[in-house]
């Protein structure tokens, strides 16, 4: 949870807001708004490929150049916990 927190805070908080709304103050100037994970609970395996492979027609780049898998699993683990909504039965969890 430490180094998701680390790696959330120095490069996702910008555009994701301090609690994952999506809000964060680079966020008004992007021409595509950057997803609520308090709104929405990507899943685990959702999460890395967007991390290892960006969106395509937004601002969310890849970032396997700038973090380690270890960084990157971390982190994607970390944006499963703002989900503010119920979870679905399926889903295993954190």
Not at 1 to 23: I, M, P, S
Request: aromatic share 6%; with cysteine; glycine share 12%.
């Amino acid at each position: 949870v430490e180094l998701g927190q680390r790696v959330y805070a120095a490069n996702c908080k910008q555009c994701h807001g301090e609690r994952g709304d999506g809000d964060g103050p680079a966020a008004e100037s992007l021409p595509v708004a950057p997803v609520s994970f308090r709104r929405q609970r990507p899943t685990l395996p959702a999460s890395l490929r967007v991390l290892r492979g960006g969106i395509d027609g937004t601002s969310m780049a890849p970032w396997t150049s700038r973090l380690s898998d270890a960084e990157l699993v971390a982190v994607a683990h970390y944006v499963r916990s703002f989900y503010a909504g119920v979870v679905a039965s399926g889903d295993p969890g954190r």
